[in-house]
């Protein structure tokens, strides 16, 4: 099974400040994901990567950018922390090989915006 | 609107019942993944099914394609089995290869002793 880390695992900022949450894979996979988690939504996708180098807008991407810097890495960057970004974040990855869609995810990271 | 509509919304049973877990899908999907989690916790991929019937120990997922559903059926559930289990459906990416998963909100379940 893909191992998907993710730091921190809980984190407190104030409105207006810059938050990175940081998300690594272990397996090798070319794809990366960004989700939050709300009640009431499910999840929902940010942002997502194909491969280092790329990163591309999901179904909610305004207020946030990512970064893959690596094959391994993927950030998700919020420059200007609201309140309405107080959520669980979850990245993921996954082979994205026709056929085989399935993904794994980490743990989670509980940010909360004051 | 929501895409995917997961049935029902709640569930509590006894030690050793049986339960089984309906999702709907608005529009055409090629493959569903069913997921657990424990509040405020991972989701573990519980099945990866792309269609017809697939199963792993006591779970045994159904998934009719051109009828847009998926059911998963937990057989003599434990205690355990308690929390969230989310169904998403596959979509792709239009102009672009990958996919993103589309999630319901879940159905709650409850086992008690």
């Known amino acids: 099974e893909a191992a998907v880390t993710q730091s921190p695992r809980n984190k407190v900022a104030v409105t207006g400040g810059k938050v990175t949450l940081s998300c690594n894979q272990t397996?090798?996979?070319?794809?990366m994901y960004w989700y939050r988690q709300d009640t009431g939504h499910g999840l929902r996708l940010i942002h997502y990567?194909?491969?280092?180098?790329?990163?591309e807008k999901g179904d909610i991407p305004d207020g946030y950018k990512a970064s893959r810097p690596s094959q391994e890495n993927f950030s998700l960057i919020l420059e200007l922390a609201t309140p309405s970004q107080t959520s669980v974040y979850f990245c993921?990855?996954?082979?994205?090989?026709?056929?085989?869609?399935?993904?794994?995810f980490g743990p989670g990271t509980r940010l909360t915006v004051l | 609107e929501q895409q995917v509509q997961q049935s029902p919304a709640s569930l509590v049973l006894q030690e050793a019942e049986n339960a089984e877990l309906q999702c709907s899908f608005s529009?055409?999907?090629?493959?569903v993944q069913w997921f657990y989690q424990r509040p405020g916790g991972r989701l573990v991929s519980l099945l990866y099914n792309p269609s017809g019937t697939k199963q792993s120990g006591r779970l045994t997922s159904t998934t009719v394609i051109k009828e847009r559903r998926s059911s998963l059926h937990i057989s003599s559930s434990q205690i355990t089995d308690s929390g969230t289990y989310l169904c998403a459906m596959d979509r792709p990416f239009y102009g672009s290869s990958g996919n993103k998963l589309i999630f319901g909100i879940g159905t709650l379940l409850s086992v008690k002793p």
């Open positions: 397996n090798n996979h070319n794809n």
């Open positions: 990567s194909y491969g280092a180098g790329s990163t």
């Open positions: 529009i055409f999907t090629n493959q």
């Open positions: 993921a990855s996954g082979e994205g090989q026709t056929g085989d869609y399935e993904q794994y």
